[in-house]
T-cell receptor, first 114, second 112 residues
Framework: ETGVTQSPTHLIKTRGQQVTLRCSSQ?????VSWYQQALGQGPQFIFQYYREEENGRGNFPPRFSGLQFPNYSSELNVNALELDDSALYLC?????????????FGNGTRLTVT | KQEVTQIPAALSVPEGENLVLNCSFTDSAIYNLQWFRQDPGKGLTSLLLIQSSQREQTSGRLNASLDKSSGRSTLYIAASQPGDSATYLC???????????FGQGTRLTINP
């Protein structure tokens, strides 16, 4: 069973640029969630995708957008990068969108904005 | 708006001790509460999930309790080992989408 994989592991971008982060969900999982974790903080919910549709969104501006593909993999896109976007971005998948379905997290992408 | 707090932010204990990590939340209308472990630079590993109708869950040396009315949860670790050193995060789940609200975590160090 392949777990959740994220790419790239590390990324350095300049303020104002755009970035795309990728996530492959665990086999058999149809739901993907994205979280942002700033240094020393707990993760914050960005949004969730279920069967290719956005299924909930946290308090993040529209320049944070996402996609889910028919194979349930997902992308997180961030436009007009700001210094405060520097963080660990975590992807989690589950076999359903219900709250009793455990989340399986990947190891994250460390984004640094300079 | 749900707020989750974990105190202390860091804890250091000798190997072999039993210890308790604390988590409090402001809105008792939760669907479940989860405890996660995070090693440096890594993702989160789910340790225990307690449904709102449950009072506790156990896995090996770990025991998590939930008191919704007081807005508190504890994670008890028995006979601590150096391998238990990590950051421990609690998170509440509400109805609907799996929108977990996390605390800031407790960084635990077990000294040999």
């Amino acid at each position: 069973e392949t777990g959740v994989t994220q790419s790239p592991t590390h990324l350095i971008k300049t303020r104002g640029q755009q970035v795309t982060l990728r996530c492959s969900s665990q086999s058999g999982h149809n739901t993907v969630s994205w979280y942002q974790q700033a240094l020393g903080q707990g993760p914050q919910f960005i949004f969730q995708y279920y069967r290719e549709e956005e299924n909930g969104r946290g308090n993040f501006p529209p320049r944070f957008s996402g996609l889910q593909f028919p194979n349930y993999s997902s992308e997180l896109n961030v436009n007009a990068l700001e210094l405060d976007d520097s963080a660990l971005y975590l992807c989690a998948s589950s076999f359903s969108a219900l709250n009793n379905s455990p989340l399986h997290f990947g190891n994250g992408t460390r984004l640094t904005v300079t | 708006k749900q707020e989750v707090t974990q105190i202390p932010a860091a804890l250091s204990v000798p190997e072999g001790e039993n210890l308790v990590l604390n988590c409090s939340f402001t809105d008792s209308a939760i669907y479940n509460l989860q405890w996660f472990r995070q090693d440096p630079g890594k993702g989160l590993t789910s340790l225990l999930l307690i449904q709102s109708s449950q009072r506790e869950q156990t896995s090996g040396r770990l025991n998590a309790s939930l008191d919704k009315s007081s807005g508190r949860s504890t994670l008890y670790i028995a006979a601590s080992q150096p391998g238990d050193s990590a950051t421990y995060l609690c998170a509440t789940g509400g109805k609907g989408a799996q929108k977990l609200v996390f605390g800031q975590g407790t960084r635990l160090t077990i000294n040999p």
